[in-house]
């Protein structure tokens, strides 16, 4: 069984699960009005009231089998395709935790290990920028309404994501499965991109995403190289 709970405002859904979490059922949670969400490596993930989503769930870790990197895959995936079906949009993952639509940000997610009560839990925070139209400070921005034209009444929209998220995640396929299908949906992956490290630009050409959590890519200038989260950018 699984419960969904919708909370009127929050600062952060992260911080609100941890007190509502019922061991017997997989609890998630949902505003629309978060005043201090948290993104990956100490981001801010700022939200509009009541044009866009923030929701958490939490999972025990017993449930899964898979490495924490293969789930944050797999959580990309998950989300890539519920927005992929109800947009039919071009949506791709950008390594290695947002979401891409039609060039455009709409969507960053979390994953954070806490123990409540004795068991230990994932929890999975994601925000989706469902209505929003004003991206005039964040230019990578948009929202699946600005990238697609298409609009969605909220709480119907966070009803479906969940159910398909609490589906797809209770059937976890392999690690292998999950590292191929991953890198298949990868933004600009084998194509000429612009990175900047280290303050200094050059071209170069995402190979592909490993199982440890690295992006290799075949710089201009360097060479074939690996790297982590925050030791590259792509500009786009």
Known sequence: MNRLLYLENCVSTQD???????????????????????????????????QNLAYSVAVKTSNFNISHTSLNYYTAVIIRDFLANMAHADVKIKWPNDIIINGKKVCGFIIEKQKVKD???????????????????????GSVFSTTGKSYDLVEFTEKFHNYLSTEISKTPSEDIILTRYNSL???????????????????????????????IDLEKDGVKKFFHKEIEMLY
């Open 16 to 50: 609100e699960i941890i007190n509502l979490i019922n061991e017997d059922e997989t609890t998630a949670v949902f505003t629309f009005n978060q005043t201090k969400g948290r993104g990956q490596y100490g981001n801010e993930w700022r939200m509009l009231t009541h």
């Open 186 to 216: 990868l933004f600009r992956k084998d194509e000429i991109a612009v990175f900047s490290k280290d303050n200094i630009r050059q071209n170069g050409i995402i190979l592909n995403a490993d199982a440890e959590g690295f992006l290799w």
């Open 119 to 141: 068991t230990d839990y994932l929890i999975i925070g994601i925000g989706i920028n469902i209505l929003q139209t004003d991206f005039s400070q964040l230019p990578k921005a």
